[in-house]
């Protein structure tokens, strides 16, 4: 089939012509899933009285008459809200595309203007956790005098399995809500409670994921962080102290996803996470960096799904998970390192030379190349970076140039750099690690220790003297 791309999703093949990025395939495959008919009787009607997804491909086709100006050619843009709310449920059906009964249910849901603010908020929450490493499963809803959660995850880092609620307040006036189902815009936190009670309230065999949604307006900051964050916890911990059942824990994860609010801007996100139960996950207080090392991987799953909320926005840009000025053929700077290049600004004529690292400086848009010449002399070449190679870079990270370095580019803290050293020396013998604490005081107790405990003094002993030489 020359001309035509071609994407295999389970063991259905799509194809067309018209596609020229993963984004394009994405627009034709939600139309696909929903049905033409369902989407044509939706599109006659008045605009305020179609659902909300149809609404959504009405200003999504607005969005791109106005950014794409000239048909057939790759154009890049900002995502807006009606991307991350369109393009997203097209993303998260086509994510859940393996599991073809949860993606039926999803879909008869999302089409009932009933029941589509908890199946679109559902699907949010599984795109996230497919991100971040989990298979989903539906439970058996064969006994009717139980009550089910949504679904169930299990994750692939640890193999543990999660019961999964998902929760998202409804307001008057967005998502399909009337003053009949929805509340007043106002009180943002008057469901977080009630959410939370009625998601305990359901038998759970397995470790809870809650994940709560505020459905609110754009958020208002407060030292960088969202204005709602401070009285959540508050009443999480009260509802802790006063409320919580004894050895009931759980994972909650509060959330404001209002991409429907803000369909011709940059959508906003925020999360919050609190360990329900557990004063050892994301509480405030200081810590050593080895405490905090071993609290993360007790809770590396929550830790995962906190870092595929980050990337919500993202969305793959090419069908094979190449580079887009790579795979669309465009103009670009990039350098891959262990590749020579002829570089102009060495020398008389320029000179051939091969990069051996690059490090980017993103503030100022500039990146700074090592490069070995044929003599074996090494300069530092600086160079500016448009703001799509910026933006790939931010992307593919050390990818973008052709190696991916086991060390931080650049680590912000303590902690990213205690992570790279447990990783440097994660197959370092017991006796070598000794050997560094020779004539130390606490000799006999690093000796009684066990290989992984004394790795963490280790570590950390690393952490004090590169510290003590900053000083």
């Given at each position: 089939?020359?001309?035509?791309?071609?994407?295999?999703?389970?063991?259905?093949?799509?194809?067309?012509?018209?596609?020229?990025?993963?984004?394009?395939?994405?627009?034709?495959?939600?139309?696909?899933?929903?049905?033409?008919?369902?989407?044509?009787?939706?599109?006659?009607?008045?605009f305020?009285?179609?659902?909300?997804?149809?609404?959504?491909?009405?200003?999504?086709?607005?969005?791109?008459?106005?950014?794409?100006?000239?048909?057939?050619?790759?154009?890049?843009?900002?995502?807006?809200?009606?991307?991350?709310?369109?393009?997203?449920?097209?993303?998260?059906?086509?994510?859940?595309?393996?599991?073809?009964?949860?993606?039926?249910?999803?879909?008869?849901?999302?089409?009932?203007?009933?029941n589509?603010?908890?199946?679109?908020?559902?699907?949010?929450?599984?795109?996230?956790?497919?991100?971040?490493?989990?298979?989903?499963?539906?439970?058996?809803?064969?006994?009717?005098?139980?009550?089910?959660?949504?679904?169930?995850?299990?994750?692939?880092?640890?193999?543990?399995?999660?019961?999964?609620?998902?929760?998202?307040?409804?307001?008057?006036?967005?998502?399909?809500?009337?003053?009949?189902?929805?509340?007043?815009?106002?009180?943002?936190?008057?469901?977080?409670?009630?959410?939370?009670?009625?998601?305990?309230?359901?038998?759970?065999?397995?470790?809870?994921?809650?994940?709560?949604?505020?459905?609110?307006?754009?958020?208002?900051?407060?030292?960088?962080?969202?204005?709602?964050?401070?009285?959540?916890?508050?009443?999480?911990?009260?509802?802790?102290?006063?409320?919580?059942?004894?050895?009931?824990?759980?994972?909650?994860?509060?959330?404001?996803?209002?991409?429907?609010?803000?369909?011709?801007?940059?959508?906003?996100?925020?999360?919050?996470?609190?360990g329900?139960?557990?004063?050892?996950?994301?509480?405030?207080?200081?810590?050593?960096?080895?405490?905090?090392?071993?609290?993360k991987?007790?809770?590396?799953?929550?830790?995962?799904?906190?870092?595929?909320?980050?990337?919500?926005?993202?969305f793959?840009?090419t069908?094979?998970?190449?580079?887009?000025?790579?795979?669309?053929?465009?103009?670009?700077?990039?350098?891959?390192?262990?590749?020579?290049?002829?570089?102009?600004d060495?020398?008389?004529?320029?000179?051939l030379?091969?990069?051996?690292?690059?490090?980017?400086?993103?503030?100022?848009?500039?990146?700074?190349v090592?490069?070995?010449?044929?003599?074996?002399?090494?300069?530092?070449?600086?160079?500016?970076?448009?703001?799509?190679?910026?933006?790939?870079?931010?992307?593919?990270?050390?990818?973008?140039?052709?190696?991916?370095?086991?060390?931080p580019?650049?680590?912000?803290?303590?902690?990213?750099?205690?992570?790279?050293?447990?990783?440097?020396?994660?197959?370092?013998?017991?006796?070598?690690?000794?050997?560094?604490?020779?004539?130390?005081?606490?000799?006999?107790?690093?000796?009684?220790?066990?290989?992984?405990?004394?790795?963490?003094?280790?570590?950390?002993?690393?952490?004090?003297?590169?510290?003590?030489?900053?000083?």
């Open positions: 089939m020359d001309g035509y791309q071609i994407v295999a999703v389970g063991n259905t093949i799509h194809w067309s012509k018209k596609w020229k990025t993963f984004p394009d395939f994405l627009h034709d495959y939600i139309k696909r899933k929903i049905g033409p008919e369902w989407g044509n009787a939706e599109i006659v009607k008045p305020e009285f179609r659902h909300p997804l149809m609404q959504w491909y009405d200003v999504y086709a607005k969005y791109q008459a106005q950014m794409f100006k000239q048909d057939g050619e790759v154009h890049s843009s900002e995502v807006t809200g009606v991307v991350a709310a369109y393009l997203g449920t097209a993303y998260a059906l086509y994510l859940l595309d393996h599991n073809a009964e949860l993606q039926a249910r999803f879909i008869n849901r999302l089409k009932d203007i009933g589509f603010q908890g199946a679109y908020y559902e699907l949010i929450v599984a795109s996230i956790l497919i991100r971040a490493g989990f298979a989903l499963t539906l439970e058996d809803e064969g006994d009717g005098a139980v009550k089910h959660c949504e679904f169930a995850a299990v994750s692939e880092t640890t193999g543990k399995r999660y019961w999964v609620e998902a929760k998202m307040r409804s307001v008057a006036g967005q998502l399909g809500r009337t003053a009949a189902d929805g509340g007043k815009d106002g009180k943002l936190l008057a469901k977080l409670i009630p959410h939370l009670n009625a998601a305990l309230a359901k038998p759970a065999q397995d470790e809870r994921l809650i994940f709560i949604d505020l459905n609110t307006p754009l958020l208002l900051v407060k030292d960088g962080k969202p204005d709602w964050l401070e009285p959540a916890m508050d009443r999480l911990s009260k509802y802790e102290q006063t409320t919580l059942a004894s050895g009931v824990t759980a994972y909650v994860f509060v959330t404001n996803m209002a991409f429907h609010r803000q369909l011709e801007v940059a959508p906003s996100i925020a999360a919050w996470p609190f329900l139960g557990m004063p050892e996950f994301n509480r405030p207080g200081m810590v050593s960096v080895s405490e905090a090392y071993r609290r991987r007790n809770h590396i799953d929550a830790y995962r799904i906190g870092e595929s909320i980050e990337k919500y926005l993202r793959p840009a069908f094979d998970g190449k580079v887009p000025s790579e795979a669309f053929g465009q103009t670009s700077a990039r350098l891959k390192i262990g590749e020579a290049y002829l570089f102009e060495i020398g008389e004529g320029g000179t030379g091969t990069v051996t690292s690059v490090a980017v400086d993103e503030q100022k848009k500039e990146m700074f090592g490069v070995t010449k044929n003599q074996n002399k090494s300069v530092i070449l600086k160079s500016s970076m448009s703001d799509a190679e910026l933006a790939e870079y931010r992307e593919f990270g050390d990818a973008y140039f052709g190696q991916v370095s086991p060390q580019r650049r680590p912000k803290d303590n902690f990213q750099m205690f992570e790279w050293l447990m990783e440097v020396n994660k197959n370092r013998t017991k006796a070598n690690m000794l050997a560094f604490f020779a004539g130390a005081p606490r000799l006999a107790e690093y000796e009684a220790m066990s290989d992984d405990d004394l790795r963490l003094v280790y570590c950390e002993a690393h952490i004090a003297a590169i510290n003590e030489k900053s000083q």
